[in-house]
């Protein structure tokens, strides 16, 4: 009997010292990783929206897989017929074009901040696919928010009659005779 009290009374000894200093040994590594940690900005939830070059089911699965990988992503929706990828999650959004960049697909932020009900642009209705996308986001040098502008563009000829375009009202140098 005082062989089993001993070796309890020893169980229960060993078992509180071990606790007590592998607890202090957790705290205090715990404390170092907080204060190792990088100073960088916490990271809120982000919306990030790119427009991405896309032409089947394929190219869509590719963006979502290689988007996927990166950590914090919460949801990604892609919309083909647009060329438009939705990224909701705690992400930085230049690693998020970077990430769809190493897919291999031409990637850029959404140019259109907020789309209109209809379209009033000639440039809206026919697009060069080849000088949509921009290699750098240099605001001043590439003309970066091209969307702003929704107005009627002036116009100064009728087709490709040049006889009624010589007398037309709305060319102010139309009338050449006088």
Not at 93 to 105: C, D, H, Q, W
Not at 114 to 123: E, R, V
Not at 149 to 176: E, L, Q, W
Request: hydrophobic share 35%.
């Amino acid at each position: 009997m005082a062989t089993f009290l001993e070796r309890a009374f020893k169980t229960i000894i060993s078992s509180i010292t071990h606790s007590y200093f592998y607890f202090q040994e957790d705290h205090v590594r715990i404390k170092n990783i907080r204060h190792n940690m990088p100073k960088g900005r916490q990271l809120s939830l982000q919306t990030v929206e790119l427009k991405v070059r896309m032409c089947c089911a394929g190219c869509e699965r590719v963006v979502k897989k290689a988007i996927y990988k990166l950590r914090g992503i919460d949801s990604v929706e892609v919309d083909l017929e647009m060329e438009k990828v939705t990224v909701v999650g705690y992400v930085d959004r230049n690693k998020v074009l970077k990430a769809a960049r190493r897919a291999g697909k031409r990637a850029e932020f959404w140019p259109y901040p907020d789309l209109p009900l209809y379209f009033t642009s000639a440039n809206h209705y026919f697009k060069d696919t080849a000088s949509e996308f921009k290699e750098s986001y240099n605001y001043y040098k590439h003309g970066y928010n091209l969307a702003d502008r929704h107005g009627t563009i002036p116009v100064s000829h009728r087709g490709d009659d040049k006889v009624s375009n010589m007398f037309n009202d709305d060319n102010v140098n139309a009338c050449c005779l006088m």
